[in-house]
Structures are given as C-alpha cells and as structure tokens.
C-alpha cells in the first residue's frame, strides 16, 4: 500500500524513498498513515535532499537531486602527506651528511662544545645537531726573515722556512684550546724564540760558514720539543739565508781568501818538491845507465864495432866516396858505387 501511494508522488520520490536508510524509511511510513497526501509529498522532497546528500557523502553522484556533489579530498590528502613524508626524510638525510675532504680532519662541535670526535676523510652521517670544523692535515710552510743576534752581539739577517703538519689525533684538542688559526698563534712564535736561542749560541762566522747545519738541527730539536705536545708534528727547518754586515762580512771573505792562498801555495811547493824529488831519481838513473856502459866498454870491441861498421857500408849501393880513416886507430874504409 504505501508503495503503490508512493508511485503516484512520482517516479523519482520511489527511488529517493527506496535509498533511505531503514530508519528513516520507518519514520515516513508513520507519517504517511496518519497524516494526509500533502504532508507525504514534502516528505518525500525532504527525503529525496537527504539521501542526495548521503549518496553525495559516499562518493556517488545524485544525477536526479538538485543538490551538487562535494569532491572527494580524501585520497588528495593521503598523496601530500607522502610527499612530505618523503621530502622531511631527504631533508633529515642532506642535515646528517657530511663530506670530509682529502688531507683533512673533521672535529665535531655540539651546541658549541667540542665532543672530542673527530672524522676522517669522506661522507660520513652525523648527528643533524652537530656541526663539523674541517682541519688540513696536509704539510705547511711557514717562513720567517728575522735579525737575530750572535754570541758576539752581532746582528744577522736569517731566513728560515719551517715545514709542519697538524697531529690528526690530536685536531680536537688543538682546536678546543687554540682553534683553527694555530700557525699563527703557537707555531710563528716558537719558531721566533727557537731562532734566537740557536744563534746566540754560535759566533757569526760559524753561521756564515761551516755551523749552518748545526743551527738548523737545533732549531729543529727545539720546535719539535715545544710543538709536538700541542698536537703540531715538525718536520723540517730550513736555512734560506745568512746576511752579515758589510764590514764583518768583507772580513771573513778577506780571511778566507787568505786561508785560500796559503792553501794555494802550499801545495805549489808540495808540488815542486815532488817535481825535484822526480828529477833526482831520473838523473839518478841516467848516471847508472852511464857507469854501467862505460864499464862493459873496451878497445878492442870498438874496433870491431868499426870492422863490422866497414863492411856494410862496403856493400851498400850507395857507397860512392873513398874515406880514409886514421891510420893510428882507424880503418880505410872504400865505397865503390856499383
């Protein structure tokens, strides 16, 4: 009965009326028995908007209501939050990476504290919190032009180039108690103090000459006793240059000039006795060769040394001259060309 009524409403209040929940399905079968044609039909109008409005919650489209449907943001809302889901990693991942570069060491700071870590070359994932201060392990120089005073109070210009490296097991104390300038704050200075104290040491013509390496060990011992316990490994000292005064150092190269020519001529006559020391010993020998060949000589073997001396040049084909020898002790000797 209440569908056959409800047909002649109208096809669309069947539909809208068939889509109602049961509850309120119930509610308008009550009202319909007891009220009259025209209050059912603004019931129905009622409940078509009603489960417009549901269909329009579930997702559908109420083609026949004339309330439009509401866009779904669900499934929009879900794809935002994966993407900043995704983005708030990356971002996590970019904060607790770090790249260490070659030759360097990488002291980590929380808040400002140094924690003691240090890292080593390359990426490493840290703390987001922690920040990192790269330090150069690599080899530095250093090179200082001081006038510095010898043992006789005089003034030399010295150049010197020192050669160190920071210790990398001890960057975060040396950057916790000197920071990241410590060439200048601890390596310049002791570098100056360890120059005077060597040179004071020795007289300025040692330095100009011959104690230049005993200088530049000294130095050298020196800084690496002062140095290494900062965290600072000395390498090398070099000595560039060593400037005397004009006037001392035209007098050491006089002196040295002088040891020179001493030198010089000494060994001119080391050189000429040795020269005389030759000759005797060869006029020795030629004395020797004399007495003993005058010994082995006699008359009679002269005058055969000339009977043998006759015959060939008897028989020689150039003979063309007649020579009379003396007639005491010589031999006539006849050339006859043939």
Excluded: C
């Amino acid at each position: 009965m209440l569908r056959a009524k409800t047909r002649s409403a109208g096809e669309h209040e069947v539909g809208t009326f068939d889509a109602l929940p049961a509850r309120k399905r119930n509610t308008l079968a009550r009202v319909v028995q007891d009220g009259s044609w025209g209050q059912r039909h603004l019931l129905g109008k009622s409940a078509a908007m009603e489960a417009g409005m549901a269909n329009t919650t579930r997702g559908g489209m109420d083609f026949g209501g004339s309330v439009p449907a509401m866009p779904n943001f669900r499934g929009a809302g879900g794809k935002f939050l994966r993407i900043a889901l995704v983005a708030v990693v990356l971002l996590f991942l970019v904060w607790s990476t770090t790249s260490i570069p070659t030759g360097n060491v990488g002291v980590l700071t929380l808040f400002g504290r140094v924690t003691g870590e240090t890292l080593s070359e390359g990426i490493h994932l840290i703390n987001p919190l922690k920040s990192v201060q790269k330090l150069s392990v690599q080899t530095q120089s250093v090179k200082e032009s001081a006038n510095v005073p010898s043992n006789e109070g005089l003034i030399l210009a010295l150049d010197t180039s020192l050669l160190f490296r920071l210790d990398k097991t001890k960057a975060a104390y040396v950057f916790q108690t000197v920071g990241d300038n410590y060439a200048e704050k601890i390596v310049e200075p002791t570098l100056r103090a360890a120059i005077r104290a060597s040179t004071s040491a020795h007289s300025a013509n040692a330095l100009y000459t011959n104690a230049r390496e005993l200088v530049q060990q000294q130095i050298q011992d020196e800084l690496t006793t002062q140095l290494a316990p900062r965290g600072v490994i000395v390498e090398n000292v070099l000595l560039r240059d060593v400037q005397l005064p004009a006037m001392l150092k035209g007098s050491i190269e006089a002196k040295q000039q002088a040891e020179q020519d001493a030198l010089r001529m000494s060994f001119i006559l080391q050189k000429e006795k040795q020269e005389a020391k030759r000759k005797r010993i060869e006029a020795q020998g030629i004395a020797d060769f004399q007495k003993i060949v005058a010994q082995g000589i006699s008359p009679q073997l002269l005058e055969w040394k000339g009977i043998e001396a006759t015959e060939k040049l008897a028989t020689s084909s150039n003979a063309k001259v007649v020579i009379i020898g003396n007639p005491k002790n010589g031999l006539p000797l006849v050339l006859e060309p043939k």
